[in-house]
């Protein structure tokens, strides 16, 4: 045997004890920052798949605000002091926005459709709420979801108005309450509520379409003190009627984090 033949069996000898040893080792343990879990099977329990300083919201706040949405329920005298006259004459006063041009022409059965289109969105120009009040809110949670404190940052004027917009995202949150997050959690909200008052419906007269198919502008609305209104979808009917009061409220999430 060659001096070249014994290193090449000394050395594969070697190589196959130290390959050997390095397969027998014991398994390191895990280091001391990230412990082992409980079910290692499972993703959601490694920590570092859900670091504590995210601020991706888990939970609905969309609900939240829906469920405000509709709970918020305003009256007339927590929006505006001003009597119904008064606020008539306002609405009637203020400028019309500028209506757009009419549609193109459209299929349908109805030769006056177009005419009483624009009738209608001129009707619903005046009936613009001329008074209104806005509040901006903060909302504190716990971790469970339950509110720790609601503040008013920015008041409407009206603490009756204030009140109602407090007691509505109370209910909103107790019925919602944002507990996926499980962490505190900090949100600011916008809700705003305006006054108005009803016209009568003005129905354009129905007059036969030309023969160049331009829309019929010949006669004067005749004005409806009560109209009604039918929901092919739900099958509802819902009736109407003039100088009712009118309230339109709107409730903007601004922000939710962290606290």
């Known amino acids: 045997m060659t001096a070249r033949t014994a290193a090449w069996l000394v050395s594969v000898c070697l190589g196959s004890f130290f390959s050997g040893s ?10 001391a920052s990230y412990p082992a879990p409980r079910y290692p099977d499972l993703l959601l329990t490694d920590r570092r798949l859900s670091p504590a300083d995210t601020v991706l919201p888990l939970s609905d706040w969309g609900a939240i605000r829906r469920a405000a949405s509709t709970r918020f329920r305003p009256t007339r ?15 009637l006063a203020q400028p019309s926005p ?15 459709v177009e005419l009483q289109d624009t009738v209608d969105a001129t009707v619903r120009s005046y009936e613009r709420p001329t008074s209104t009040r806005t509040v901006e809110l903060v909302v504190t949670t716990t971790d469970l979801g339950q509110i720790e404190e609601v503040s008013v940052s920015l008041p409407s004027g009206s603490p009756r108005f204030d009140e109602e917009a407090i007691t509505c995202l109370r209910d909103a949150f107790a019925a919602y309450p944002p507990k996926e997050d499980r962490r505190p959690m900090l949100s600011r909200w916008r809700i705003r509520g ?8 003005a129905l354009a007269p129905i007059t036969p379409r030309a023969a160049n198919a331009k829309v019929p502008n010949q006669g004067i ?10 929901d092919e979808s739900r099958g509802t009917t819902q009736t109407r009627h003039a100088f009712a009061d009118l309230i339109d409220t709107q409730i903007d999430l601004l922000e939710q984090r962290p606290k």
């Open 221 to 230: 609305p005749m004005l409806v003190p009560v109209w009604g209104s039918f």
């Open 22 to 31: 390095s397969l027998a080792a014991p398994p390191t343990n895990p280091p």
């Open 98 to 112: 500028p209506q757009g041009q009419p549609p193109g022409r459209k299929i349908s059965t109805d030769d006056n």
């Open 194 to 201: 305006g006054y108005g008052v009803t016209l009568p419906r």
């Open 77 to 91: 005298e927590q929006i505006t002091d001003a009597g119904k006259p008064k606020v008539l004459l306002r609405q």
